[in-house]
């Protein structure tokens, strides 16, 4: 159960949302980030957006993860003072303050660590990597990275989620259907 906001995942999302971290690149886990401060999805991290990040980082650790405070950090993150960050000062700033960013790349290493170790993991996306490869040049088309194969892999259990509850749903409007119509039944043959 999430503590932040009472939702929980199951076992299905969880291994979906493990194998996604475990097979991400840095510059992905980068993108990731960088979409999950764009709360818009105007492809820039505007200055609310911004405050909240830098507060959200300066959190992270007593002393702040990048050694200032949350309104020097969004002034920093604004590398050509537009109002805006884009993903290149993004990518950019993870360069100049490495340590912002660590903890989502700790996660990555610790999940790799404690599933399958950081060796298979690497041998999984290589393997994949190389069979890819070989099937787009015979298809004629641009390789298709593992991690949009496990997204659709995580969209494909959602839809599977939402049939089973869908049909859970037809059956029991079904059966509530059928006690309707007997209850009918009974009462006209009483009168």
């Known amino acids: 159960r999430n503590k932040h906001t009472g939702s929980s995942i199951d076992v299905g999302e969880f ?15 980068l993108y990731r980030l960088f979409k999950m401060f764009d709360r818009d999805g105007s492809g820039y991290i505007e200055y609310g957006e911004m405050v909240e990040m830098g507060e959200s980082v300066q959190s992270m650790s007593n002393e702040g993860a990048y050694g200032g405070n949350a309104a020097t950090f969004v002034e920093t993150m604004d ?14 700033l993870n360069k100049e303050y490495p340590m912002v960013f660590w903890p989502a790349m700790k996660i990555q290493d610790m999940l790799r660590k404690r599933t399958l170790g950081v ?25 298709i990275p593992l991690v949009d194969n496990i997204e659709k892999l995580g969209g494909w259990y959602e839809e599977q989620k939402a049939a089973m509850k869908n049909a859970k749903i037809k059956q029991k409007q079904k059966i509530n259907a059928s006690a309707n119509l007997v209850k009918k039944q009974k009462s006209k043959g009483k009168s």
């Open 15 to 29: 291994v979906t949302a493990a194998c996604l971290m475990c097979t991400y690149t840095h510059d992905q886990i």
């Open 119 to 143: 060796d298979a993991w690497l041998a999984i996306i290589d393997k994949w990597d190389a069979k890819e490869k070989a099937r787009a040049e015979i298809l004629g088309r641009r390789p």
């Open 79 to 92: 590398a050509n003072k537009d109002g805006v960050m884009d993903f290149d000062e993004f990518v950019g």
